[in-house]
Nanobody, 126 residues
Framework: VQLQASGGGLVQAGGSLRLSCAAS????????MAWFRQAPGKEREFVAV????????YYAENVKGRFTISRDKAKNTVYLQMNSLKPEDTAVYYC????????????????????WGQGTLVTVSA
C-alpha cells in the first residue's frame, strides 16, 4: 500500500486548505484512515480519523469545528478540509492507513497505522 499526500502550502491565518491522500496498491484494505501532524520539535499528534466503511469521524479537540475529514471510496482517497487556520496549525501533515488484518492500538495512536504518506507541509502565517 502506498499513500500519496498533497495539498499543503502557505496560507494566512483564517484561511483554508484541503489536503488529499490517495491510497494505491492491491492490498489496500483499511478499517480507518487518519491524519496526524508534526510541528518542529514536537511529537506527531492525532488530528482526525475516519472509518473507511461507515464514514464515522473523530477529531482532536483543538481542530474540532474547523477541520473536516472525508473519504471518496471510489478514488481510495481521504481528504482533510481545514478552515479558520491558525499559526499553531503549522506542521507537516501525514496521512495514515491501518490494515484490517492487523488492527492494533487506538484509532488516535500512531501505532495503529501500518502505512504512511510522505507528509505535506502546511504553514500558516499570522
Amino acid at each position: 500500500v502506498q499513500l500519496q499526500a498533497s495539498g499543503g502550502g502557505l496560507v494566512q491565518a483564517g484561511g483554508s486548505l484541503r489536503l488529499s491522500c490517495a491510497a494505491s496498491g492491491r492490498s489496500f484494505n483499511a478499517y480507518a484512515m487518519a491524519w496526524f501532524r508534526q510541528a518542529p520539535g514536537k511529537e506527531r499528534e492525532f488530528v482526525a480519523v475516519i472509518t473507511w466503511s461507515g464514514g464515522v469521524d473523530y477529531y482532536a479537540e483543538n481542530v474540532k469545528g474547523r477541520f473536516t475529514i472525508s473519504r471518496d471510496k471510489a478514488k481510495n482517497t481521504v481528504y482533510l478540509q481545514m478552515n479558520s487556520l491558525k499559526p499553531e496549525d503549522t506542521a507537516v501533515y501525514y496521512c495514515g492507513s491501518d490494515a484490517r488484518d492487523k488492527l492494533m492500538g487506538s484509532l488516535y495512536s500512531t501505532e495503529r497505522y501500518s502505512y504512511w504518506g510522505q507528509g505535506t507541509l502546511v504553514t500558516v502565517s499570522a
